[in-house]
């Protein structure tokens, strides 16, 4: 079983930033691929970054691509999603996904990840 944290939800203006992290254990992290899901109320689970077990593949959603950075650091078993030039439309629940390397389905959905933190609330000001 993998246990998955999420810190660094706040409330921020827009235009302003923000850091998630997320902390795995259980596993061998380098053994775990990592995502970031956000659920806005009354929306469906979406997407936003992926990346791989090294560190050297990250994908985005087109909705967050050039203001988000995900990155991970394996020795400290941690993922983290940089928010720059956030939007009230960013505001959501942001979730941490784990699964094991090398599963090959979809990384955009969420029911193909495994293990999931309990969200940390990110809310936008206008």
């Known amino acids: 079983q993998v246990q998955v944290v999420e810190s660094g939800g706040g409330l921020v203006q827009a235009g302003e930033s923000l850091r998630l992290s997320c902390a795995a254990s259980?596993?061998?992290?380098?053994?775990?691929?990592m995502a970031w899901f956000r659920q806005a109320p009354g929306k469906e689970r979406d997407f936003v970054a992926a990346?791989?077990?090294?560190?050297?593949?990250?994908i985005y959603g087109d909705d967050v691509k050039g203001r988000f950075t995900a990155s991970r650091d394996n020795a400290k078993n941690t993922v983290s999603l940089q928010m720059n030039s956030l939007k009230p439309e960013d505001t959501a629940v942001y979730y941490c996904?784990?699964?094991?390397?090398?599963?090959?389905?979809?990384?955009?959905?969420?029911?193909?990840?495994?293990?999931w933190g309990q969200g940390t609330q990110v809310t936008v000001s206008s």
């Open positions: 996904a784990a699964r094991q390397r090398g599963y090959s389905g979809s990384f955009y959905l969420p029911e193909k990840y495994e293990f």
């Open positions: 259980g596993r061998t992290f380098s053994n775990l691929e």
């Open positions: 990346i791989s077990w090294s560190g050297g593949s990250v």
